[in-house]
């Protein structure tokens, strides 16, 4: 089980806006900055936002991330068939004192 | 342009070592903090270890703790993870990791390690 929970699934069709979530505790989301990764069939993840609602350079302002309290939520609008992959919540652990990840949301765009 | 390049993988009996390392390039590799994470083919993300720019402050997972051990060459500019007593459950995709959280977070492509008899 992981110390993140993130939805196992979440489906769109083009266009649509899909909101992906994640639930933590107060060691982990309500004391720190959340990331969230893109992971494409047979590649390696990729960052999509960090510092709770930051985007790295070349990651298109459709993906947006916000955090409240001990939940996260990443927003994906003008959803588009090239973002079908799975996504995953990341943050520190303070009592763990180590890196946690969500399980994973599989995104379907149908 | 960066480049973090795994190489070391490969199948391993239970109860046996390995030693993974990571290639950097691209970027100023002793200005920054590496992580190992681990990736169950077809299954979520966990992280291993961590370790500081000059190496003298390491972290690490409970589940690898004692059995892991994370190092680093500067002026090789390379990452290492000394993997021993290894188990089924220790298999996985193993990814370097540049600045984990940050901003100048990467990753590399991977490397598999199999545990099996």
């Known amino acids: 089980q992981s110390v993140l929970t993130q939805p196992p699934s979440a489906s769109g069709t083009p266009g649509q806006r899909v909101t992906i979530y994640c639930s933590g505790s107060?060691?982990?989301?309500?004391?720190?900055?959340v990331c969230w990764y893109q992971q494409l069939p047979g590649t390696a993840p990729k960052l999509l936002v960090y510092?709770?609602?930051q985007r790295p350079a070349g990651v298109p302002d459709r993906f947006s991330g916000s955090k409240s309290g001990t939940s996260a939520s990443l927003a994906i609008s003008g959803l588009r068939s090239e973002d079908e992959g799975e996504y995953f919540c990341?943050?520190?652990?303070?009592?763990?004192?180590?890196?946690?990840f969500g399980g994973g949301t599989q995104l379907t765009v149908l | 342009e960066v480049q973090l390049v795994e190489s070391g993988g490969g199948l391993v009996q239970p109860g046996g070592s390995l030693t993974l390392s990571c290639a950097a390039s691209g970027f100023t590799f002793s200005s920054y903090w590496m992580h190992w994470v681990r990736q169950v083919p077809g299954k979520g993300l966990a992280w291993v270890s961590r370790i500081n720019p000059d190496g003298s402050t390491t972290t690490y997972a409970d589940s690898v703790k004692g059995r892991f051990s994370i190092s680093r060459d500067n002026a090789k500019n390379t990452l290492f993870l000394q993997m021993n007593s290894l188990r089924a459950e220790d298999t996985a995709v193993y990814y370097c990791v540049r600045s984990l959280l940050g901003k100048d977070d990467y990753w590399g492509q991977g490397t598999l390690v199999p545990v099996s008899s």
């Open positions: 990341a943050v520190w652990d303070d009592s763990q004192s180590g890196v946690v």
């Open positions: 510092g709770n609602n």
């Open positions: 107060s060691s982990n989301i309500g004391k720190n900055n």
